[in-house]
């Protein structure tokens, strides 16, 4: 939802994604609680990115943005195809996560594997393997942050990378 305010002067519509029902829930009703109606401003719950998801069967964007999220999929690759379905010719895939570091494999503690297969973060190069075998181009990343993780000694670094269709 953060990124979704910041966003919404810029959009004709923007609908959000995430696999937990109550964040959707909660996002829908900030949405409501602000008067927004659902055809502005909407999010759905989804429990895999795939191709023929029901929630989007037919619906393409001008943007699609995934912040903080690629660390948690186990193939990237995979993960940026499919969105890469969603994306309208000429439109544009942008990512926000952690940079590949030492700091970031600390950002999460150990025990985490199962739901974070990327606990060490990406490098410039991973990403845009990804980006151009999903048919993007015009790759840029760029460092975006840094923030501290309870877990890190360190800041953790972010970058923001963007693929265009």
Same mark, same amino acid.
């Given at each position: ?101 030492? !700091?970031?494999? $600390? #950002? ?5 594997? @199962? ?6 973060? *990406?490098? &410039? ?14 790759? !840029?990343?760029? $460092? #975006? ?5 309870? @877990? ?6 972010? *970058?923001? &990378?963007?693929?265009?269709?």
């Amino acid at each position: 939802g953060l990124i979704s305010r910041e966003l919404a002067s810029h959009a004709k519509s923007i609908v959000g994604v995430d696999i937990s029902q109550n964040m959707v829930d909660m996002y829908n009703l900030s949405v409501h609680n602000q008067g927004i109606s659902p055809d502005e401003m909407r999010a759905v719950c989804i429990s895999a990115i795939k191709e023929d998801e029901e929630h989007l069967k037919g619906t393409t964007f001008d943007v699609i943005v995934c912040a903080n999220a690629y660390h948690h999929f186990t193939s990237i690759d995979n993960v940026t195809k499919c969105l890469v379905s969603y994306l309208k010719h000429g439109g544009s895939l942008l990512v926000a996560d952690l940079i590949k570091g030492q !700091s970031s494999q $600390e #950002a999460f503690p150990p025990n985490v594997d @199962h739901i974070v297969p990327h606990r060490g973060g *990406f490098t &410039a190069e991973e990403i845009q393997n990804a980006f151009e075998s999903a048919g993007l181009h015009n790759f !840029s990343l760029t $460092e #975006a942050t840094k923030a501290r993780s309870r @877990h890190a000694t360190e800041p953790v670094t972010f *970058f923001i &990378a963007r693929g265009d269709r």
